[in-house]
């Protein structure tokens, strides 16, 4: 057959159009264009893990587009198996906000000091000002035998929703869009937030908005967390070496309000003339305490809940019941240690009645409970009735008492044997047994101690397992934690910043965010105290205290001080100068 009658080749009109000859003459004849090629490495070698989020809204479409890329990715027999969760809610925001504080102190406490420093100075606030959050989840529940590639490398889905969240990433940064990956989750508890069903997991919250920094360099090396290594220190030839192996990875190191607002302070932050996060804890404290009340923030109040306890019939106590009353009394005298440290750090003192001894303390406002108290051990501590009275007074004192000006709120607590209250209610809130949990308290020894874990323990036996936080605070509490509880929920709900003090206010604080989770948004941990549980609570709640000078006061005496640093801080923003926006933006 002649060449001019051959007949032409076969082209597909869906498919490869190319030759086997085509391929042949010219093998890198599928690569892109020398600029798509430069801008590709140009957004590769830009991708940078955004921490600081502006609260503006990212348009649908663009949205869309970044989801569209994550869902080209390649997946092991073509199974897709991404699921692609977008978060909007500001209150489930802040509830995963708060697990990642949790499981950033949990992980924390098990580094080295100075690692653990570090780990805490990383900034997570994008969980609450990011506009949007992407949980990219696997749906592992087909078999693996059932998929292609999986029945020898059963992870290969895991590897495939990896391969998503980079498209999703390299797209949003093409794109001027900036993604945070944060992994700092208990997976258990991000999955039930999400209520996802068994056998789908996370690969961690994508944090999506426009960016707040422009990072020049990767975030964690810019921090001294560790450097980038050399490629020839990761590539290896044919095989692993026999004799010298290349290096090991590093060392494993084994601890609200409206994002606007937010976002607002630390616009205003950045123009002071100090570097970024210059007070380190306390910045953080007053970013809280300015997103919260604003930023002429410059009062506040000590709420001083008291009240007497029928469990030192057990003998859990080395004073007397009489003590709670002597003390409430000077407090509203304002000649108490806790009233003292209040009036120095220029706060406003209420003191509050929540049932001390048989009469009520002339001068204290009056919530006392209505119905009989029970020991803990035989009868729950209040009936239901009075723990929702409690805590409705609570909620009022925490929106503030008329003829005070609002600001932020420091809690205090006078009540002898209220440490074996706290204790029990951390075992009841956390499910830690009593033995972890109850510490010395005020002046106890050996003896005191043994009969206040036997308490805590037989009061626990006797609530059983629930989740119902008004039936713990009912059947294990006490009247001032109900009354505590509630302010915590009524400051929050009324945008102002909480302040605590020692165990028993955090623990009416983790009981508040048992019942709303949002407002671990407003609380800061003014210190940690000696008592046993006091870290543990802390973690729970996410917060990092800003003292730790191992005080027993009671009172309100540790929120107090930390709570004169919160306004001075803000004073001091106040006052500090600032530079000029045109100077920000020649430097930017």
Not at 24 to 31: K, L, M
Not at 139 to 146: K, S
Not at 289 to 309: E, F, I, K, S
Request: charged share 20%.
């Amino acid at each position: 057959m002649s060449e001019q009658s051959a007949p032409q080749r076969p082209v597909p009109l869906v498919g490869d159009t190319t030759s086997a000859q085509q391929r042949r003459d010219d093998p890198a004849g599928w690569a892109m264009l020398p600029e798509v090629v430069d801008a590709l490495a140009a957004v590769v070698g830009g991708r940078r893990d955004i921490r600081r989020f502006r609260p503006d809204p990212v348009p649908d479409e663009l949205l869309r587009q970044v989801l569209e890329a994550a869902h080209s990715a390649p997946s092991v027999g073509h199974s897709q198996p991404w699921r692609f969760i977008v978060v909007r809610s500001q209150t489930t925001r802040d509830r995963a906000a708060h697990l990642a504080d949790r499981a950033r102190l949990e992980q924390a406490s098990e580094l080295t000091s100075e690692r653990a420093a570090r780990l805490l100075d990383l900034k997570l606030e994008g969980l609450r000002e990011a506009p949007v959050g992407v949980v990219v989840t696997c749906d592992r529940r087909t078999p693996a035998a059932g998929v292609l590639g999986r029945a020898t490398f059963p992870d290969a889905d895991l590897w495939s929703c990896a391969c998503a969240v980079q498209n999703l990433w390299l797209t949003a940064r093409a794109l001027g869009l900036g993604v945070g990956w944060v992994t700092l989750f208990d997976q258990a508890e991000l999955a039930d937030l999400l209520h996802l069903p068994d056998g789908v997991v996370t690969l961690g919250w994508l944090c999506v908005g426009w960016p707040d920094e422009r990072p020049p360099a990767p975030g964690l090396e810019r921090a001294a967390w560790s450097r980038k290594a050399p490629l020839d220190d990761v590539v290896l030839q044919e095989r692993w070496p026999d004799d010298s192996a290349p290096p090991a990875p590093p060392t494993s190191h084994l601890r609200g309000p409206e994002p606007g607002r937010r976002v607002d302070g630390t616009d205003d932050t950045d123009r002071l003339l100090s570097p970024p996060e210059a007070l380190g804890a306390l910045d953080r404290a007053l970013h809280l305490a300015r997103a919260a009340a604003g930023p002429d923030l410059d009062t506040g109040q000590l709420v001083l809940v008291g009240a007497d306890h029928p469990v030192t019939a057990h003998a859990v106590s080395a004073y007397d019941r009489s003590v709670t009353r002597d003390v409430l009394t000077s407090a509203v005298g304002g000649i108490s240690l806790g009233a003292a440290h209040a009036r120095a750090a220029g706060l406003d003192v209420v003191v509050v009645d929540a049932g001390v001894g048989e009469a009520h303390v002339e001068g204290a406002v009056d919530v006392r409970p209505h119905d009989p108290r029970g020991d803990l051990v035989t009868t729950d501590a209040m009936s239901a009735a009075d723990v929702r009275r409690l805590m409705d007074a609570g909620r009022r004192l925490g929106a503030g008492v008329p003829g005070i000006a609002p600001g932020l709120v420091a809690l205090g607590e006078v009540g002898v044997g209220n440490t074996t209250v706290a204790a029990a209610l951390t075992c009841a809130l956390t499910g830690t047994p009593a033995a972890d949990v109850v510490g010395l308290g005020s002046g106890a020894d050996a003896d005191i101690v043994a009969r206040k874990t036997e308490v805590v323990a037989a009061a626990i036996d006797r609530l059983g397992h629930t989740d119902d936080v008004h039936r713990m605070l009912a059947a294990v509490g006490g009247p001032e934690f109900a009354v505590l509880t509630g302010v915590v929920l009524g400051a929050a709900r009324a945008g102002r910043p909480v302040v605590l003090d020692g165990l028993a206010t955090s623990v009416a604080a983790l009981a508040a965010v048992g019942i709303e989770p949002s407002v671990q948004a407003y609380l800061i941990a003014g210190q940690r105290s000696r008592e046993k549980a006091h870290g543990l609570v802390l973690r729970r709640l996410g917060l990092e205290p800003l003292l730790q000078l191992r005080l027993r006061a009671g009172e309100g005496v540790g929120a107090c001080l930390a709570a004169g640093m919160v306004l001075q801080g803000m004073a001091a923003r106040r006052m500090t100068v600032r530079t000029s926006l045109r100077t920000a933006q020649r430097n930017a």
